[in-house]
């Protein structure tokens, strides 16, 4: 049986304040990842769902595709 993951990041009451006032800083925000290519596979458009579509569209402005 595997060990569950436990997230302690946020046991500290510090940052569970920060986190809940909404102030985050910026970490490793020069990092970019390696390309990739991003495929979405549909039969028809009009059969996707709204979150589907929603999905894809997003995923083209941010991916820089347009």
Same mark, same amino acid.
């Given at each position: 049986? &595997?060990?569950?993951?436990?997230? *302690?990041?946020?046991?500290?009451?510090?940052?569970?304040?920060?986190?809940?006032?909404?102030? =985050? @800083?910026?970490?490793? &925000?020069g990092?970019?990842?390696? *390309?990739?290519?991003?495929?979405?596979?549909?039969?028809?458009?009009?059969?996707?769902?709204? =979150? @589907?579509?929603?999905?894809?569209?997003?995923?083209?402005?941010?991916?820089?595709?347009?």
């Open positions: 049986m &595997s060990t569950p993951i436990v997230n *302690r990041s946020t046991d500290s009451p510090v940052i569970k304040e920060l986190l809940r006032m909404g102030q =985050r @800083a910026p970490v490793l &925000s990092w970019q990842g390696e *390309r990739r290519n991003l495929y979405a596979i549909c039969y028809r458009r009009q059969l996707l769902t709204r =979150r @589907a579509a929603a999905l894809i569209d997003y995923l083209k402005v941010h991916s820089g595709l347009s």
